[in-house]
């Protein structure tokens, strides 16, 4: 694994291999890493990188967020649960030289999230095992605790395609060999309620 564009282009991370089941860890590849920054970047979106807050959700080693890093971000919360993930984090955060901008909190996204921020983030990456529903968990916590408004785009990994998620709008799905990239937002007349 490796970072792909910015001040980090070509930086090696901790490497997995084909990640660490038994951590549930499964790290985005550089391919659809790559892929997933293109589209976000193809201008549909508007402007979630650059000067932009990010939320890493399932962070794992956390090759999503420190990319984003890399390509700009102000900043990026990263939340993961398994002990062996934070150590692999906590490396690749130090890795790339980005602790100031970095912060790690250790909880479970499925659950009432701590409050992370006075304001909503721009861009969100779910990114968690596939196939146990937890993604769509934790887009529910994230409308519960008001971490997303109608113009945040959340990037949904999952290992199948998803048509429909109850009060969000799904605006693209692109497939990665067995990965599925939802590019969603939430439906407006929910984000101020």
Same mark, same amino acid.
């Given at each position: 694994?490796?970072?792909? =564009? ?5 930086? $090696? @991370? ?7 089941? =038994? ?16 589209? &976000? ?13 990010? +939320? ?22 990263? &939340? ?8 692999? +984090?906590?490396?690749?955060? =130090? ?17 009432? @999230?701590?409050? +992370?921020? $006075? ?22 916590? +994230?409308?519960?605790?008001? @971490? ?20 969000? $709008? ?7 060999? =067995? ?7 939430? $439906? ?6």
């Amino acid at each position: 694994m490796r970072i792909i =564009s910015g001040i980090n282009k070509g930086r $090696n @991370l901790i490497d997995l291999g084909k990640g660490d089941p =038994s951590a549930s860890l499964r790290p985005t590849s550089d391919r659809v890493r790559e892929s997933i920054f293109n589209v &976000i970047n193809s201008g549909k979106f508007g402007s979630k990188i650059e000067n932009c807050y990010i +939320l890493d959700l399932f962070a794992g080693t956390g090759a999503l967020g420190l990319e984003a890093l890399s390509r700009g971000a102000k900043s990026v919360v990263f &939340i993961d649960n398994g002990a062996q993930a934070i150590q692999f +984090l906590k490396q690749n955060i =130090s890795i790339c030289g980005v602790q100031n901008k970095a912060k790690i909190i250790k909880t479970d996204a499925t659950k009432k @999230l701590p409050k +992370l921020s $006075n304001r909503s983030f721009d861009t969100i990456f779910v990114d968690p095992p596939y196939g146990k529903g937890f993604g769509e968990q934790s887009l529910k916590i +994230l409308e519960e605790c008001r @971490l997303v408004n109608e113009e945040t785009l959340i990037v949904l990994e999952e290992g199948h395609q998803i048509n429909a998620i109850e009060n969000f $709008n799904i605006s693209d799905c692109r497939r990665y060999g =067995s990965s599925y990239a939802h590019f969603l937002t939430i $439906n407006k007349y929910q984000s101020g309620n």
